[in-house]
């Protein structure tokens, strides 16, 4: 199998710009997706195929691939965005989840 | 709107066995591929099991080959997850997933605990 590599964690102030990336061999043939998990709650979905977004999903909410490391970016960070994030991708039989990145909002 | 209800948790010992049971609602539960995920205590996400809309295609990681076992049953909307042979490290909350592509997770339950212990 393969692995995914996060930052475990960001810090960012209210209102500023949080990137989180992921890395892996496997990312430039394979989609990435996103997940949000706030504590005690199941993961939501935030960006799919790379960049794409579920409807009901913010527009802050945005998604890059460069290479072997895709980046979830918010802007204009608020408070409600403080949550563990999880990079995924898949092969045709192994799904892999990246360790997670806790993003504090300060 | 789209509900998954995982059940079946508990505190088992090591080597015993339990059974999930996700109940799925809202949405074509024949369409979806299904998925188990589980997450370790104050740990990360990990990929457990998938079986297709059909059942034709099941698959599973490395660290519980041989010991679980995925089912579904379209007609009742519901996955299964047999779990043989438990071991301390399967400690975990599981959560049930439905996948429209096979590649994400567009849905997940709430979880359900399970606890291996003596």
Request: net charge neutral; aromatic share 12%; glycine share 10%.
């Amino acid at each position: 199998s393969y692995e995914l590599t996060q930052p475990p964690s960001v810090s960012v102030s209210p209102g500023q710009t949080a990137r989180i990336t992921c890395s892996g061999d496997a990312l430039p043939k394979q989609y990435a997706y996103w997940y949000q998990q706030k504590p005690g709650q199941a993961p939501v979905l935030v960006i799919y195929k790379d960049s794409e977004r579920p409807s009901g999903i913010p527009e802050r909410f945005s998604g890059s691939s460069s290479g072997t490391t895709v980046t979830l970016t918010i802007s204009g960070v608020q408070a409600e965005d403080e949550a563990d994030y999880y990079c995924q991708s898949a092969d045709s039989s192994s799904w892999v989840f990246g360790g997670g990145t806790k993003l504090t909002v300060l | 709107e789209v509900q998954l209800v995982e059940s079946g948790g508990g505190l088992v010992k090591p080597g015993g066995s339990l059974r999930l049971s996700c109940a799925a609602s809202g949405f074509t539960f024949s369409s979806y591929s299904m998925n188990w995920v589980r997450q370790a205590p104050g740990k990360g996400l990990e990929w457990v099991s998938s079986i297709s809309s059909s059942s034709s295609y099941i698959y599973y990681a490395d660290s519980v080959k041989g010991r679980f076992t995925i089912s579904r049953d379209n007609a009742k909307n519901s996955l299964y997850l047999q779990m043989n042979s438990l071991r301390a490290e399967d400690t975990a909350v599981y959560y049930c997933a439905a996948a429209g592509t096979p590649l994400y997770f567009d849905y997940w339950g709430q979880g359900t605990l399970v606890t291996v212990s003596s």
